[in-house]
């Protein structure tokens, strides 16, 4: 089946460049007739700071889509979730808030409960990395152009970037006074409002204001109350301030929002005839289990609220020889979350508690310019970050030895030096070599408080370690590079701090995890810059990967994180893009990826395998195990493709009409690391399309409608096996996004200057 695959995503890739090449000579052709009109299109040069410098995305050594205003319209990406319809390698586990949720790039994220553990890929909005990936799920807003850099980029962003980096790039300061109002409204009752407001104080000082408030009415229907959930308030604020004095380039930037949220909740997806919950039948009236089931019977809601702020300042030094950068932030971040999990009107089972996450960082960096046969970039990193979690849940009585009461600190102090050094063996030959070494002191404040006196549990530890990669890139053409690059990438150690932690927990810490990646690529522009293309091949090896697994303790369920023995991740992925005519962009992506478990012999087993589905009893003890060996990774898809455009022509010597669309399709899944064959998403597409009309020079009105999930197509972001519940045979439980279901809205901007 995978060589069906990989053969369909060689045909497809190989039709796309043939297509891409055809559609390239034939413009050619007509080009003396086009005249003026088929010049070279500056435009369409994608410059990209995902390697912390400013570069042509055509001479970066590894694996980076740049991801514009143009794409996410047109796959109408409003949310950090939505990135997925646009870059084929990333998924995201729904977890049912955004401190449970994860992205994954080529197969690998963490999802884990545990309050220190890191994540396999990064999130850097405006050069500051996120402590938690969790600040990340919610609204984007006034985005410029968001980078995706596949594969382990350690040596420049440290250790929480072991699978990747998703780098966000919000607008800065416009030249003219410039500003707008823009507001949508949906037909499955979503209010929402935008407003910015910019341009300069003083020809070297520029403002941007930004802020947005939105409310969205719940899809699913809590049928004890008849009130709807997975409802969604936020609103919130960001500003940039930039001076420029000619040899020191100034950032402030700062940024509020605000949530609150009774979702994402989780309903029936499927439960085995007779099941019954605690001794007791299911009550099922009104709910249609199965998938898109949007019904459901809770005592209480769930709760997402969350908060948070971060405040930036970024300094550039002209020193002649080279320019030296420094950037300070500090941020804040609060979750409060309440879950209901016993899908039933009697207050059975509640969990809640708070998260509250604060991190310093401070980055020194010293950049040569590109020119000349050598460059080089070497830097500093600190960073002292604390996330503290108070965590309970009440049941009611008979259910008392489920009950916990704790609260905890996970503390993590980073000192990173690193490098990275560019030479050109030739004109058209460069090497590129980088490393970093990285020294983390991790801690641990654990008090379990359903004890008298509360039990305290306390531990630190600390560990140092030294990635790198190097890459060697040579231009066969003018516009077309080919290169290979080899990296080590590491995650650091964690303490698994969720309930039952003790002593034992701090004596068995979970182990640093550890890559070695292999890729190559080529990368291409062609027809005077009016289309591109990338293909790369790769292959990464993991051990001792960090991941969630369930134990039995006394016939109680926990979650624990463990180390899994050996992964492989290998692949290929296409990009391509062209500008057949003023006003046409198409653009397509594709990904094959073998996630793939190469060793984990003592794997959990999920619920009610048998032995004869490879279920085994621990000689001795009542606990059982699996091996995963050779099983798939969790929610990663082997094929997954996007394809998009917009199309913009005059009507009017003022005014425009547009279209867009996108569409994007993925494998089936199965969400369980367990491979649970209860927790499979078959294979689905998704199409999205909007039209209107805007003010043709600088955008300052605009009309349009647009449709999400356009054919109507019912899917499920999770599937979980509930069944270790309390339940007496299989329970499984979906959680559904937004766009489970189509929905259409009308957005109006009325605005004045230049409005970019």
Not at 93 to 107: I, K, Q
Not at 562 to 586: A, H, M
Request: aromatic share 10%; charged share 15%.
């Amino acid at each position: 089946m995978r060589l069906v695959y990989l053969a369909r995503f060689g045909l497809a890739a190989g039709i796309s460049a043939i297509a891409l090449t055809a559609t390239a000579a034939s413009a050619q052709q007509q080009s003396d007739s086009e005249g003026a009109n088929a010049g070279s299109d500056m435009d369409n040069i994608i410059l990209v700071t995902g390697q912390k410098r400013t570069q042509d995305i055509l001479s970066v050594p590894t694996a980076i889509s740049a991801i514009d205003e143009t794409q996410l319209d047109a796959a109408q990406v409003t949310d950090f979730s939505d990135l997925t319809r646009l870059s084929p390698s990333v998924t995201v586990t729904d977890g049912g808030n955004s401190a449970s949720s994860t992205v994954s790039m080529r197969g690998i994220g963490t999802f884990g409960f545990s309050t220190s553990i890191e994540p396999s890929v990064s999130v850097v909005v405006d050069d500051v990395a996120l402590l938690q990936q969790s600040q990340a799920f919610g609204p984007l807003s006034d985005v410029a152009r968001i980078e995706v850099l596949r594969g382990p980029q350690d040596s420049l962003f440290g250790k929480n970037a072991s699978a990747g980096v998703i780098n966000i790039v919000t607008k800065g300061p416009t030249s003219t006074f410039s500003g707008y109002v823009e507001g949508t409204v949906t037909d499955d009752d979503q209010q929402k409002v935008v407003a910015m407001l910019s341009g300069p104080l003083t020809p070297d000082l520029g403002f941007r204001l930004n802020g947005y408030y939105s409310d969205r009415d719940g899809y699913i229907t809590n049928l004890e109350t008849d009130e709807k959930v997975n409802a969604e308030e936020s609103y919130g604020v960001s500003g940039k301030l930039t001076y420029s004095s000619g040899i020191m380039d100034l950032a402030l930037t700062g940024n509020f929002s605000k949530t609150n949220s009774n979702g994402s909740q989780q309903t029936y997806y499927y439960l085995a005839p007779g099941v019954l919950q605690n001794g007791q039948p299911i009550d099922t009236t009104g709910v249609d289990v199965g998938l898109g089931n949007d019904k459901v019977r809770l005592s209480d809601p769930k709760i997402a609220d969350s908060r948070q702020y971060v405040l930036a300042a970024k300094a550039d030094f002209d020193l002649g020889f080279a320019s030296l950068t420094s950037v300070t932030s500090y941020q804040y971040w609060h979750l409060n979350t309440g879950n209901d999990l016993d899908f039933s009107a009697a207050p059975t089972l509640y969990q809640s508690g708070p998260y509250k996450a604060t991190q310093f960082a401070q980055e020194l960096r010293l950049t040569s310019p590109a020119t000349g046969v050598f460059d080089y970039l070497v830097g500093l990193y600190y960073a002292n970050g604390d996330t503290d979690r108070t965590f309970t849940r009440e049941t009611a009585p008979y259910l008392s030895f489920l009950r916990r009461n704790w609260d905890s600190t996970a503390s993590t102090e980073t000192l990173a030096a690193f490098a990275q050094l560019g030479y050109d063996l030739s004109p058209s030959t460069s090497l590129t070599l980088g490393g970093r070494i990285n020294h983390e002191k991790v801690g641990v404040y654990f008090s379990d408080n359903l004890s008298t006196p509360p039990a305290v549990y306390e531990g630190n530890a600390s560990d140092t370690a030294l990635t790198g990669k190097a890459s060697l890139q040579h231009y066969v053409a003018d516009d077309v590079m080919v290169y290979a690059s080899v990296a080590s990438g590491y995650k650091g150690q964690a303490y698994d701090i969720v309930s039952g932690f003790d002593q034992t927990s701090i004596d068995n810490l979970v182990k640093p995890e550890h890559s070695v990646s292999y890729e190559t690529g080529v990368k291409g522009r062609f027809w005077d810059n009016r289309a591109s293309f990338s293909i790369t091949g790769f292959w990464t090896d993991y051990r001792d990967f960090q991941a969630q697994g369930v134990d039995s303790t006394a016939g109680v369920p926990q979650f624990v994180l463990k180390n899994v023995g050996k992964l492989r991740t290998r692949g290929i992925e296409f990009e391509g893009s062209v500008r057949p005519v003023q006003g046409l962009d198409l653009f397509g992506s594709a990904a094959y990826v073998d996630a793939t478990i190469t060793s984990y012999p003592d794997a959990a087993c999920y619920p009610f395998q048998t032995e004869a589905e490879g279920c085994m009893t621990i000689p001795g003890s009542t606990s059982q195990i699996q091996d995963l060996s050779g099983g798939d990774l969790a929610n990663s898809p082997e094929f997954k493709f996007n394809v998009g455009g917009s199309y913009e022509v005059p009507v009017t010597n003022s005014a425009n009409v547009f279209f867009t669309a996108n569409y994007s399709w993925q494998d089936d899944v199965n969400f369980s690391l367990s491979q649970d064959p209860e927790t499979i998403q078959p294979a689905y597409g998704i199409a999205n399309a909007s039209f209107g009309l805007r003010e043709a020079e600088n955008r300052n009105w605009e009309l349009s409608v647009f449709v999400n999930n356009l054919f109507d197509t019912t899917y499920a972001s999770s599937i979980t096996n509930f069944s270790t519940n309390g339940y007496s045979d299989v329970a499984v439980v979906q959680t559904l996004a937004r766009d489970y279901r189509r929905y259409a809205g009308i957005r109006l901007r009325i605005g004045f200057g230049a409005n970019n």
